[in-house]
T-cell receptor, first 111, second 113 residues
Framework: QKEVEQNSGPLSVPEGAIASLNCTYSDRGSQSFFWYRQYSGKSPELIMSIYSNGDKEDGRFTAQLNKASQYVSLLIRDSQPSDSATYLCAVNTYGTYKYIFGTGTRLKVLA | DAGVIQSPRHEVTEMGQEVTLRCKPISGHNSLFWYRQTMMRGLELLIYFNNNVPIDDSGMPEDRFSAKMPNASFSTLKIQPSEPRDSAVYFC???????????FGQGTRLTVV
């Protein structure tokens, strides 16, 4: 079982819709969770971090964490074509310093 | 802050040659990470340092790879000898404290022919 799993996609949504990206992780000791956006040919860019159960909102982005289900998600409201990218989920386990990444979900927002 | 700075941005080398990739982390950040990204395997953690000390190098693929962090503002990843299967994008990232937000450099695209 992979440590961090994401559906590779592509996930296609129409412009203005809500995009929902999901991530599951295997290590129950995981404490910190991150979403990165990566445009083709570019480096990963941090867009959200979440450390406790529940929702965290930042502009059009909402991260949701459920540690009991070992599940973290990212919602993008009012999706724009410029949101088209690969979204990477990363997990950090308490007591270590390393960030383990999923393979990413490719999002396509259709104009 | 200028962010994490990597050099070179692109490197093309012949099989068997030595390659050195360089990274300057964000000032004040205590943790530094080297990742490799390929289409097949995604982002793989190669090694990470905390306070200049290598903590976990279990991701380093083989003895041809080595990494150093002689001071808080500089790290190198060396491949000797290089092989075509080492072709990938290599990223360096840093974070202020372990477990907090990590920021990536622009990456080095390595091609070994």
């Amino acid at each position: 079982q992979k440590e961090v799993e994401q559906n590779s996609g592509p996930l296609s949504v129409p412009e203005g819709a809500i995009a929902s990206l999901n991530c599951t992780y295997s290590d129950r000791g995981s404490q910190s969770f991150f979403w990165y956006r990566q445009y083709s040919g570019k480096s990963p860019e941090l867009i959200m971090s979440i450390y406790s159960n529940g929702d965290k909102e930042d502009g059009r982005f909402t991260a949701q964490l459920n540690k009991a289900s070992q599940y973290v998600s990212l919602l993008i409201r009012d999706s724009q074509p410029s949101d088209s990218a690969t979204y990477l989920c990363a997990v950090n386990t308490y007591g270590t310093y390393k960030y383990i990444f999923g393979t990413g979900t490719r999002l396509k927002v259709l104009a | 802050d200028a962010g994490v700075i990597q050099s070179p941005r692109h490197e093309v080398t012949e099989m068997g040659q030595e390659v050195t990739l360089r990274c300057k982390p964000i000032s004040g950040h205590n943790s530094l990470f080297w990742y490799r990204q390929t289409m097949m395997r995604g982002l793989e953690l190669l090694i990470y340092f905390n306070n200049n000390v290598p903590i976990d190098d279990s991701g380093m693929p083989e003895d041809r790879f080595s990494a150093k962090m002689p001071n808080a503002s500089f790290s190198t990843l060396k491949i000797q000898p290089s092989e075509p299967r080492d072709s990938a994008v290599y990223f360096c990232a840093s974070s202020q404290v372990g477990g907090t937000e990590a920021f990536f450099g622009q990456g080095t695209r390595l091609t070994v022919v």
